[in-house]
């Protein structure tokens, strides 16, 4: 479908909470009316290898963590002083396609270079991806999140890029739990997001890995050498001595947060690619931190749609 053709048939939205950007619904998901030629560009031109590894997931759900953690796997065995990650905030090494796939830097730096293994990354829904990634036989892995924290971090997130002056209120919460709620968001609705990305990956386990920010926090180990041997590059299994472990845990900490949060990269710096600090990714990377934000009655209201939006799918957020 032409860009024309979609701007046609799109139903249209003001987003009053989010930001002051008009989105549009397509195939039953919601997208900035100004991304929507990057997007339709992306879905019809890109051209996938088949050793490409695409990262997806929803805002929030821990894509600069996933992206950190892919490329240090990959690049494990480069020294400390040639990491790139030292000089490039994960979101202008791996940019999303999606919203830059029109922009030189990914046309040049990342779509035509000839490595092997090119590390991708897209906040778009399973169904929407391009058709070309669906038959290419390339990995994709997703990452998900709680609902709820995803909803808090989104917020700040937005209080953070969009509000900028910092002595205005921030916009209001309810206003965020509504457009949650009601799916009219960005890439939203969160739930269908979700669950279009568990269902390929129950159909194809080898070609699509389904990880949580929760399970990598409670066992970082254990699913950072699940994702390494998804990505083909396995460490070496753990045994009386623990393996390598040690590698594991150099991964770990080169994509930690606290890490990632004090390189000067990831302090002042405004991305010339994405026009916002790049310290506005990082915050608290806490589970459970929506407990100190949302009401009783917004987390129920969040909980009831989540039980009922997954309800026989098999999964549990
Ligand atoms: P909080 O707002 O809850 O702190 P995304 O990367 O998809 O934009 O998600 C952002 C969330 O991931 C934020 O959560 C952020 O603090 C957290 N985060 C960013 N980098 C991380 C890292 N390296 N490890 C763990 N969490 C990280």
């Given amino acids: 479908m032409s860009i024309e053709e979609m701007n046609e048939l799109a139903p249209k939205k003001e987003v009053m909470f989010w930001n002051a950007h008009e989105i549009r619904q ?32 929803f805002p929030k759900t821990g894509t600069t963590w996933l992206v950190a953690l892919c490329h240090n796997i990959l690049h494990r065995d480069d020294r400390v002083e040639d ?10 090494l791996v940019p999303t396609l999606d919203v830059f796939f029109l922009t030189d830097q990914v046309q040049d730096l990342v779509l035509n270079s000839d490595r092997s293994n090119r590390l991708l990354q897209t906040h778009l829904p399973y169904t929407c991806l391009p058709e070309a990634v669906r038959n290419s036989g390339c990995k994709i892995v997703h990452v998900t999140r709680n609902p709820k924290d995803t909803l808090v971090s989104m917020w700040h997130f937005f209080n953070k890029i969009v509000k900028r002056d910092p002595d205005t209120d921030p916009f209001p919460l309810e206003g965020a739990v509504e457009s949650f709620c009601s799916g009219v968001l960005p890439w939203g609705p969160f739930h269908e997001h979700v669950v279009g ?15 949580t920010y929760e399970d990598l926090c409670r066992d970082p180990k254990r699913e950072v050498r699940k994702l390494a041997s998804f990505l083909g590059k396995p460490f070496s299994s753990v045994s009386m001595d623990g393996g390598d472990d040690e590698e594991v845990e150099k991964v770990l900490w080169r994509s930690s947060l606290g890490r990632l949060r004090e390189l000067e990269v990831n302090k002042n710096v405004v991305s ?3 026009q916002i600090s790049n310290s506005s990714y990082f915050r608290k990377g806490t589970v459970g931190d929506w407990k100190n934000y949302l009401t009783p009655q917004m987390a129920g209201r969040v909980d009831q749609l989540t039980q009922l939006k997954l309800q026989g799918t098999g999964l549990s957020l």
């Fill in 26 to 57: 397509i195939e039953g998901f919601w997208f900035y009316a100004y991304l929507m030629e990057s997007v339709a560009a992306f879905r019809s031109d890109f051209q996938p290898k088949s050793d490409d590894i695409l990262v997806t997931s």
């Fill in 83 to 92: 990491d790139v990650l030292t000089r490039m905030n994960p979101h202008e």
């Fill in 197 to 211: 990305y568990w269902e390929e990956s129950r159909k194809r386990p080898d070609e699509v890995l389904f990880l």
């Fill in 272 to 274: 010339d690619l994405t």
